[in-house]
C-alpha cells in the first residue's frame, strides 16, 4: 500500500494513500481502556489535518511531492496541530506558569519560588546592543520585569480558595535565594497565612531512616534487616564515644598533670591514666622537655653555687659577680652538649647583642626588688594533703608536684618563680603557679619559726615582650587568681573522678603538635 510513495506524484493523492493506510491498519479502540477518549481525539485531528491538506492541495497547488517532501509537509502541520482537551475533572494537576491562567483550580501551590526561575532569566541579544533596540522600540528591563511580576499576579488569582507558595535555600550543593517576586505578594491583596514547617515529615526514604522515630516499613525485606542492626548500635551521643570511661578512683595527681587535662582531657588520659609515650621527635637538638630540664639544672647549679660562696641576695652592688659566676656555671654545664646544641643555648641563657639572654632577666629581676632575699628553696617538692577554698567551702585535696624557686624575704613574705622557656602561659587556664603558691603558704607555716605569706609570683620567659610576667597585679587581684585557680583545680579534680577525658584541646592549634592526635578519634565523633 506505500510503495506509490517511493514514486513522484500529486500531493493530494500522496497525502491521500496515507490516510488509506492509516485507516486500514489503525488499531481498534478498547471500550474499557482509559486512555481510549484521549487516543480518539488525537486521531481525529490528525486524521482532519491531513485531509483538509490533501482538499487544499488539490482545489490550489497540487504539485508533485516525492517521498521527502510528504514526510516534512506531514510533520509541520502534525507539529501545529493543537485541540482542546476534555476537562479533567477533580484531581491534582500539574502545569506549567502559563497554563495555570486558562485554568479554573480550588487551590493552587506555586512550587520552586528560587532566584532566576521566577522570573526567568531574559535572554541577552547577541547581534544587537541594548542602545539599538532601545531606540527602536524594544521593551527595556524595566518593561520585561513589570510584565512577568503581572503574569505572577494573574497566577496568584487563578485559585478560588488558596494559593500555597513555596521556597527553598539549598539545591542539591549549592545555596539559593528565595525569588524576588515573593515582595509581589501584597499586591494580590490576598490574606496571607504562614504555614510552620513538620520537623516529623517524612516524604522520601532517606528522612523515613533520619528521623525519629526510624520508621523500617519503607525498606525491601532484605535491607530492613540491615536497618534493624545499626537501629539497634549504641547512639552515637552515649558517652562511651566521647571521653567518658566511668568512675575513677582519687589518688593524687601533680599539679602540672592538672595543667595537662585543663589544654585536652584526652591527652592527660593518654599520658597519665594509660601511661602512653609521646613519640619523640626525630632532631638532633634537645626537645623542649630535655632543654627546661637542662635550663633549671643550669639555674639550680648557679644558686647553689652562689649561695654556697656566701652570698644571699642579689643586689646593684653584686650583679656584676653574679653575671660573671653565671656565666661559668653556663660553660660548665655546656661542655656536655654537641658544639651546634651549645652555641644555641649559651645564646638563650647568656644572650647576645641583640637581646639579653634568660640570665640576665632572673638576675636584674631579684636585683631591682628592693626586698632582699634571705634564703632560696630551689626544686622545692610540695607533697601531701592541703586545703583549697572553693564556692563550696574549704575541701583537702592530695597533690605533689615542684616549684622551680621559692624566694624567702626579709619581711616574712615570699616570692614564688616558675622558669618558661617559651611564652608565658594563659592565666585563664593556668594552674601551677597559683596552686604552687596556695600550697607553698600551707606548707611554709612555722617554717625556721615565721609564717611567710606568699609576696609576688611570677613566670619568667623566654618568649615574649616581657621576661618577667607578673601572677596577679595586685592584693585584690592577688585573692581573686588564687581563689578562681583552686576552684578550677577542684573541678578538675571532680571531672577526672567522674572519668570525664573527651578529645577537646582549648585550642584547636595543639592538635597539630599532640602525638595522640591520631588516636583521640576527635574527628570521628564531632566533639571539636
Given amino acids: 500500500m506505500l510503495a506509490p510513495l517511493a514514486e513522484p506524484d500529486a500531493a493530494s493523492r500522496q497525502i491521500r494513500r496515507v490516510l488509506s493506510f492509516v485507516a486500514a491498519h489503525a488499531r481498534p479502540h478498547v471500550a474499557e481502556d482509559p486512555f481510549a477518549p484521549r487516543e480518539r481525539r488525537a486521531r481525529s485531528a490528525i486524521v482532519d489535518m491531513l485531509e483538509a491538506l490533501a482538499m487544499a492541495h488539490a482545489a490550489h497547488h497540487d504539485v508533485q511531492w516525492t517521498i521527502d517532501e510528504l514526510v516534512a509537509a506531514v510533520r509541520r502541520w502534525t507539529e501545529e496541530q493543537t485541540f482542546v482537551s476534555e476537562p479533567a475533572g477533580a484531581g491534582l494537576h500539574l502545569v506549567d506558569d502559563q497554563a495555570v491562567r486558562y485554568g479554573d483550580f ?9 532566584e532566576n526561575d521566577w522570573p526567568d532569566r531574559p535572554r541577552r541579544n547577541i547581534f544587537y546592543p541594548p542602545g539599538l533596540l532601545n531606540a527602536l522600540g524594544w521593551p527595556s528591563e524595566k518593561d520585561r520585569r513589570g510584565a512577568a511580576d503581572a503574569r505572577f499576579l494573574e497566577v496568584l488569582a487563578s485559585a478560588s480558595r488558596r494559593v ?132 633549671h639544672e643550669v639555674f ?19 650583679l656584676d659577680r653574679a653575671r660573671d659566676m653565671f656565666a661559668v656555671v653556663v660553660d660548665g654545664a655546656l661542655e656536655r652538649l654537641p658544639a651546634a646544641e651549645a652555641g644555641l643555648a649559651r645564646t638563650r641563657l647568656l644572650g647576645s647583642s641583640a637581646a639579653a639572654g634568660l640570665g640576665e632577666a632572673v638576675l636584674r629581676m631579684e636585683a631591682e626588688r628592693p626586698v632582699a632575699v634571705v634564703e632560696r628553696l630551689l626544686e622545692h617538692r610540695l607533697e601531701g594533703e592541703f586545703t583549697m577554698t572553693v564556692s563550696a567551702g574549704a575541701r583537702t585535696v592530695s597533690l605533689r608536684g615542684k616549684a622551680d624557686r621559692v624566694d624567702l624575704l ?16 594563659n592565666r585563664a587556664r593556668a594552674i601551677q603557679l597559683p596552686i604552687y603558691s596556695t600550697c607553698a603558704e600551707q606548707r611554709l607555716a612555722n617554717y625556721r619559726g615565721r609564717n611567710w605569706t606568699l609576696g609576688e609570683a611570677v613566670y619568667l620567659a623566654f618568649k615574649g615582650p616581657r621576661r618577667v610576667v607578673p601572677l596577679f597585679a595586685s592584693p585584690a587581684d592577688r585573692v581573686r587568681v588564687l581563689a578562681e585557680a583552686q576552684q578550677r583545680l577542684t573541678d578538675t579534680l571532680d571531672a577526672i573522678e567522674r572519668g570525664e577525658f573527651p578529645p577537646r584541646p582549648d585550642d584547636v592549634h595543639r592538635c597539630e603538635s599532640c602525638s595522640f592526635a591520631s588516636v583521640c578519634r576527635k574527628d570521628y565523633v564531632g566533639d571539636v
Fill in 300 to 318: 639550680a647549679t648557679f644558686f647553689d653555687s652562689w649561695q654556697a660562696a656566701g652570698w644571699h641576695a642579689i643586689t646593684p652592688a653584686n
Fill in 106 to 114: 480550588d487551590d493552587i501551590t506555586i512550587v520552586g519560588m528560587i
Fill in 410 to 425: 626579709e619581711d616574712g613574705t615570699f616570692r614564688l618563680i616558675d622558669y618558661k622557656l617559651g611564652w608565658p602561659p
Fill in 164 to 295: 500555597t507558595l513555596s521556597s527553598f535555600t539549598l539545591d542539591e550543593e549549592s545555596l539559593v535565594s528565595p525569588s524576588p517576586q515573593l515582595d509581589e505578594v501584597p499586591r494580590a491583596r490576598l490574606s496571607t497565612v504562614a504555614r510552620a514547617s513538620s520537623q516529623n515529615a517524612r516524604v522520601f526514604i532517606d528522612e523515613a531512616l533520619m528521623l525519629e522515630p526510624v520508621v523500617l516499613d519503607v525498606l525491601s525485606p532484605d535491607a530492613r534487616g540491615w536497618g534493624e542492626v545499626r537501629s539497634s548500635r549504641v547512639p552515637a551521643d552515649a558517652p562511651d564515644f566521647h571521653g567518658y570511661i566511668g568512675v575513677q578512683a582519687a589518688r593524687p595527681w601533680s599539679v602540672s598533670a592538672l595543667e595537662t587535662y585543663l589544654g585536652c582531657p584526652f591527652k592527660f588520659f593518654a599520658q597519665h591514666v594509660l601511661r602512653l609515650e609521646e613519640e619523640p621527635d626525630d632532631e638532633e637538638v634537645m626537645d623542649p622537655r630535655q632543654e627546661g630540664q637542662f635550663v
